[in-house]
């Protein structure tokens, strides 16, 4: 029953990744049919970050609160009503409003299924299933990469995401059915919200707190920039690569994002006492490797490299997924791990949504006037500017641990 019902909560977060990474391979579709530049396309990809971080908070207290099985039923209604409205989407007010709508659920599902993890298997198992937590976003993730890139060249992307919100709608139905209270009644939901609300004020006074949230923000702002908004826009426009070749850079970091997660999840339970230092070498590298992306320098690869580059960045990413969620856990309870992730999440989505708009501006900034069948084309320079960009951004993870 605790593995079919995590599962279960795994498959909606499949769904969650896939909308937060689908946009930077239907970018240039979306910029047609919209008839708008990246800038405006980061606006609507902000859109997503702005709901996603304004219900990051309440999603923690939430599922603390409510518990996760009231949480997940509202999170895939309004994920799939929120797919069915940005499939009609004919501007970008609607596009972005959808986005939200599509957020707010979203928002919902990773800390449920943290939680879920910790109410039902093993403290001794948590670095595990926190990592395989991940491996669950990131199959969602590589979904929408190639997977998706075919799909839409045969259907289009408004006809994918329909069939999207269908299968939102059948995980609802499932979930509403099989979805169940913890082994103690008064683990799932009912702490006082004055209780929660205390201990959030407490959080945010305690400088390891923030020391977490410098290397979550680190990890993930660069991460979901590249994999869910310009990793194909770069390799298609900086490197020239076909839309399904550049999807293959991405998949690989994907691939490389789902094994690290699991890899690093083992590794942290079985032989990690602290994971300060481990926390702070994978930043550092990560440093490295975005810079080496970067077109001034990536051009004088093969793709062969580049597709390792990406591989690599992908697993360690991966990996600091269950450090960060073992120093989440070290530091609260199970009973407030919700409102824990609420912290750390709202504080980077709402530098996501910040960011993402200055990202489209950056390559706008460097455009030279260049357009290929409707779509801006965007020159190495800019996008080099932007992965420098991401790496200032991922300094946040070197400065964390410390």
């Avoid at 990131?138 to 289009?156: N, R």
Wanted: net charge positive; glycine share 12%; with cysteine.
């Amino acid at each position: 029953g605790a593995w079919c019902m995590w599962s279960l909560v795994g498959l909606a977060y499949v769904f969650v990744f896939f909308q937060r990474v689908a946009p930077q391979t239907i970018a240039d579709r979306l910029m047609a049919d919209l008839g708008v530049g990246a800038t405006q396309i980061g606006m609507v990809t902000a859109a997503y970050f702005y709901g996603y971080m304004v219900m990051q908070l309440p999603a923690g207290v939430i599922v603390d609160r409510w518990g996760v099985r009231r949480a997940v039923l509202m999170s895939l209604m309004a994920s799939s009503l929120g797919s069915v409205w940005f499939a009609q989407a004919s501007a970008v007010p609607t596009a972005s409003t959808a986005r939200v709508l599509i957020a707010l659920g979203d928002a919902l599902i990773f800390t449920s299924l943290i939680k879920l993890s910790a109410q039902w298997f093993p403290a001794s198992r948590f670095g595990l299933m926190s990592g395989l937590a991940q491996l669950w976003g990131y199959l969602g993730g590589l979904l929408a990469t190639m997977p998706l890139a075919v799909m839409v060249s045969y259907v289009g992307w408004r006809s994918a995401f329909r069939l999207l919100a269908y299968m939102l709608i059948a995980t609802f139905i499932l979930a509403l059915v099989f979805l169940r209270q913890p082994p103690s009644p008064l683990a799932d939901g009912g702490r006082r919200l004055s209780a929660i609300l205390r201990d959030a004020a407490r959080a945010l006074r305690r400088l390891a707190t923030w020391g977490q949230v410098l290397t979550f923000v680190g990890t993930y702002l660069s991460t979901v920039s590249l994999s869910g908004v310009w990793g194909v826009p770069l390799f298609m426009q900086a490197y020239g690569l076909s839309r399904a070749a550049a999807s293959v850079q991405m998949f690989a970091f994907m691939a490389g994002y789902a094994s690290g997660s699991v890899v690093l999840g083992y590794v942290v339970d079985a032989h990690l006492s602290s994971v300060r230092k481990p926390l702070l070498v994978i930043g550092l590298v990560r440093l490295g490797l975005l810079l080496a992306i970067a077109p001034v320098i990536g051009t004088h690869l093969s793709i062969g490299l580049l597709m390792g580059a990406m591989g690599v960045l992908g697993f360690i990413g991966g990996g600091m997924q269950p450090l960060i969620m073992t120093s989440v856990k070290q530091l609260f309870t199970s009973d407030r791990i919700g409102t824990a992730l609420g912290i750390n999440t709202t504080i980077a989505n709402l530098v996501g949504a910040i960011i993402q708009p200055l990202l489209g501006g950056i390559l706008g900034y460097y455009w030279a006037g260049a357009w290929v069948d409707g779509v801006r084309l965007y020159t190495p320079e800019g996008y080099t500017w932007l992965l420098v960009a991401l790496a200032v951004l991922s300094l946040g993870a070197v400065v964390g641990p410390l």
